[in-house]
């Protein structure tokens, strides 16, 4: 697993105009095809008069899926600048989409990738960008004497603690980092005297 992977957590918009062209950027956080799909559509609904929709995303935890289209301008000038400008900052699980109203000028290969890769830029840098990192989620059981002792162990730590559920047992659902993971380990071990065993169940990025 990567050690972080960087996308946005919100929309990003951005606007220019260069001889005419107008560029409207917009910029979202998408985890599949379906869902860039629907942000396609919906920025060919926000602008319907729009000459070209040119848009650029990267999905996945190791960039499985990255994809690009010039929306009707010349091959090369409008996705693949959007692309560069996404791979370059290391972003993934973002989709950015540039509608163009054409204003009368050509502004030659040259110019359109400047303008589709600036608005592109600036519709990210609009967005917050969030920085997630691997992490699993543990469950352990404990003797109900323990839990006091546990419970404050748990709030003073950087170990979130996602669900207490009380049975014949006690059992929890920890989320740990990866940095955190062998100290969490050895803690645990510790307090209970080895009676806990974590079970991991899950692992992702938060």
């Known amino acids: 697993m990567p050690n972080e992977i960087r996308s946005i957590a919100t929309l990003g918009e951005s606007f220019q105009e260069t001889k005419n062209s107008k560029f409207h950027g917009y910029a979202a956080r998408v985890c599949d ?64 989409i540039v509608s163009r109203y054409y204003g009368g000028t050509h502004l030659g290969a040259g110019g359109l990738a400047r303008a589709f890769g600036l608005t592109c830029a600036t519709a990210l840098g609009n967005a917050e960008i969030k920085i997630l990192k691997p992490a699993t989620e543990y469950r352990f059981t404990l003797p109900y004497p323990m839990h006091g002792k546990a419970a404050h162990w748990l709030e003073h730590s950087p170990f979130a603690l996602l669900n207490t559920d009380f049975a014949a047992e006690i059992t929890l659902l920890v989320r740990v980092f990866a940095t955190d993971d062998e100290a969490f380990k050895q803690q645990l071990s510790e307090l209970t005297n080895g009676v806990a065993a974590p079970e991991s169940i899950n692992e992702g990025y938060y």
């Open 33 to 96: 095809e379906t869902e860039a799909a629907t942000e396609i559509a919906a920025a060919k609904a926000r602008h319907p008069g729009a000459s070209a929709h040119a848009y650029a995303y990267i999905i996945g935890q190791n960039n499985e899926t990255m994809k690009f289209h010039d929306g009707g301008e010349p091959g090369g000038t409008a996705g693949l600048p959007m692309m560069e400008v996404i791979k370059k900052q290391g972003l993934t699980d973002v989709i950015c």
